[in-house]
């Protein structure tokens, strides 16, 4: 914004029929202070202008005649009502190779520290108007708001959406052994149950996210629409071929309860992403190994290939948030910890996840294939484990640390 | 003991009236002056409880207000104003299409007026242009009669005569200032049609009153709470654009003597 005067002609247009439509948007351009010159030819309008100054608390400063019948008219912008911030002209997005990408405007229009509430839905970089209410939102400021490549995600995110009606080659599946037709109903039954989480858990922290951060939300957006596609494909598969949905046990409803309460963004993030989604893709990797079908394989390649980008955002959440706040390690832990202790005495793996997910190795009912199905699913059990602890140490937790809380980690996976 | 809490009486003219008065007795109450406020269906009633001292403060139109300054032989005390209130004007606004270039040309026209208790739609236009020449007796009035008792408030009667203008109904019409730049500025005129013939000098708006035996503390406590209202305060300035002001300002009385003459020219008291 500038100091200096601008200077406009209204010719003769009338002051409610287009004078306003030049006035306001130089007025706009003026700091508080600023002076406006107006030139018209329409002498009620000086009159009409005096008033609507006094109004919106501008103030006129003179008007005189000038050559050819004109009227010089002198306005000094007022304080009142001011929208703050900078005017942004300097601002010309390019496109490189034909595309403009998310992370390419959040690199001209960066992130600030923190903001402020009272701007609402203000999108980033617009100036804004005083007075305007304060809105709830809790998640203010970019340590705990926005990991640094959340742009990058959300561009890969909308770029890798796929279609669980015509994408997947349902008429491709084939009949299937009845006891293995019902153990895939309940692997797809138990995965669709954890993926409802996946989809509620993120969108109540959406309307808390100051909208500064809109990447953010973006980016969930896309997590949200991911998981809604992965409910969507993994009922159709547990029902395609008869295998129907089998049991939602209650150490699994006890267990995503206990995300759902979750009132921080970052320990959501933790407990879900990292730990949860972080343990599920060790989990599909197993399903799409022992996978009946080719089909049946696709599926849970493409949902952990979602997957895969919901845990990078989740670990950069918690990484970003970690290198702001050291606080944040002793409330994670004691995140881990609470949510153990609420589910101390919800048993092992549910039985019904157990025995599907060994039948399903065994590819039958077979008791040698079943020996061996019964090993992979200890075998899991360790990879899980194990690929925690290296996502934790990643995170910069201590070997000790990332030990114990992968030990709390829940029984149900997520 | 006597009671300390301020009773302001306030006509409701719209029902934005409650919210107002609720979001200042709220103002009020954080900077610990007791006040609550009671709303009269017209301006008469407001200005008779006031004279028999069952409210202690009126916000008054500036017909309320010289009335209670008559009343009161001139004695009632002007406590504030909004900064709106100050320079009001009307404006005699004609069709273009009516041949009217002057304001001799009203003769044998029809003019549009407010309600018969409109100060800047009806008393003071008509006052003013009697007092530029013009013969009234020769001008066919088309009045708008609304919500009388509301002193003009409501603006209703104004847009009625703009209306009446747009629509063919009358060549002339009076309106106030403030009325007919926010129409304009919102888009709602039609510039094509309209246009201003004359301006009225400039006369004062509304005021609080009160009584000259008031109790004084009141009326200091009840000073200070209003001129404490800021507009860079979201919760003020919500309250503030609804009763259509950016600053409360102390009172001035000059700017009524047009109104007092117009009343004994027309009989108005
Ligand atoms: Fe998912
Ligand atoms: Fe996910």
Not at chain 1, 394 to 399: H, I, L, R, T, V
């Amino acid at each position: 914004m500038t100091n200096a005067a601008i200077a406009i002609d209204t010719g003769d247009l009338p002051f409610g029929g287009g004078m306003l439509a030049l006035v306001r948007p130089a007025l706009d351009l003026l700091e508080p202070g600023g002076v406006l010159a107006v030139l018209t030819r329409q002498s009620h309008a000086i009159d009409e202008l005096g008033t609507w100054c006094k109004v919106e608390r501008h103030e006129l400063l003179e008007a005189t005649a000038d050559q050819g019948g004109a009227t010089r008219i002198l306005l000094r912008k007022g304080s009142f009502g001011a929208p703050r911030g900078a005017i942004e002209d300097n601002l010309d997005l390019k496109p490189h190779g034909g595309r403009i990408e998310a992370a390419d405007m959040l690199a001209a229009v960066p992130f600030a520290p923190s903001a402020d509430p009272g701007t609402g839905f203000a999108p980033r970089g617009a100036r804004v108007e005083p007075g305007g209410p304060v809105y709830p939102c809790t998640i203010n400021d970019l340590a705990h708001a926005a990991p640094p490549d959340v742009a990058q995600l959300y561009d890969q995110a909308v770029s890798a959406q796929w279609n669980a009606d015509t994408d997947i080659e349902w008429a491709r599946i084939k009949p299937l052994p009845r006891p293995l037709q019902r153990a895939l109903g309940q692997v797809f039954t138990f995965l669709a149950e954890n993926e409802l989480s996946a989809l509620y858990v993120p969108s109540r922290f959406i309307a808390r996210l100051h909208p500064h951060y809109v990447e953010t939300a973006q980016f969930l957006a896309t997590q949200m629409a991911d998981e809604a596609r992965h409910i969507d494909v993994f009922l159709k598969r547990a029902r395609v071929g008869g295998g129907g949905v089998g049991i939602s046990h209650a150490t699994t409803s006890a267990s995503l309860h206990s995300l759902l309460t979750l009132e921080d963004f970052t320990e959501a993030a933790f407990l879900l992403s990292v730990l949860g989604e972080g343990t599920f893709l060790d989990l599909l990797r197993y399903i799409e190994m022992h996978a009946p079908d080719e089909v049946t394989a696709d599926i849970v390649r493409r949902a952990r290939a979602d997957e895969t980008r919901h845990v990078h955002f989740g670990m950069s959440h918690v990484k970003h948030a970690l290198s702001h706040d050291h606080t944040m390690y002793a409330r994670l832990e004691a995140a881990v910890r609470k949510r153990s202790a609420t589910l101390a005495g919800a048993g092992g793996v549910p039985y019904a996840v157990q025995d599907s997910l060994t039948i399903l190795a065994a590819g039958g009912t077979d008791p040698a294939a079943v020996a061996k199905g019964h090993s992979a699913f200890r075998e899991l059990m360790e990879v899980m484990h194990e690929n925690r602890v290296k996502r934790l140490l990643n995170a910069g937790f201590s070997p000790a640390q990332a030990q114990t809380l992968s030990d709390l980690h829940t029984p149900n996976f997520m | 003991m006597a009671d300390e809490t301020i009773l302001l009486g306030a006509v409701a003219y719209d029902a934005k009236v409650v919210p107002i008065w609720e979001g200042i007795r709220e103002h009020f109450r954080g900077q610990h002056v007791p006040m609550d406020f009671c709303l009269f269906s017209n301006y008469e009633r407001q200005v008779e409880s006031l004279l028999a001292g069952h409210i202690d403060i009126a916000w008054n139109t500036p017909l309320a207000h010289v009335r209670v300054k008559r009343r009161t032989q001139g004695k009632s005390l002007s406590l504030g104003m909004r900064d709106s209130d100050r320079d009001f004007k009307a404006r005699i606004v004609v069709r273009k299409d009516a041949g009217i270039k002057s304001l001799p040309d009203l003769h044998g026209k029809t003019l549009a007026v407010g309600s018969r208790d409109s100060t800047q739609a009806r008393i003071l236009p008509l006052h003013f242009l009697r007092a530029q020449g013009v013969d009234l007796s020769s001008v066919k009035l088309l009045p708008f009669d609304t919500d009388v008792g509301k002193h003009g408030d409501t603006g209703t009667s104004e847009l009625d005569v703009l209306k009446a203008l747009h629509e063919g109904r009358a060549q002339a019409g009076a309106v106030g200032d403030l009325i007919w730049v926010l129409e304009q500025a919102a888009g709602r005129v039609d510039t094509g049609k309209l246009q201003v013939l004359w301006t009225t000098p400039g006369f004062d708006h509304c005021m609080f009153d009160a009584l000259p035996g008031a109790n004084a503390a009141k009326l200091e406590a009840f000073k200070r709470g209003l001129f404490a209202m800021k507009w860079e305060n979201p919760a003020h300035r919500r309250i503030l654009e609804l009763e259509g002001l950016k600053e409360w300002l102390p009172p001035r009385e000059e700017g009524y003597a047009s109104l007092t003459a117009a009343l004994d020219e027309q009989g108005g008291w």
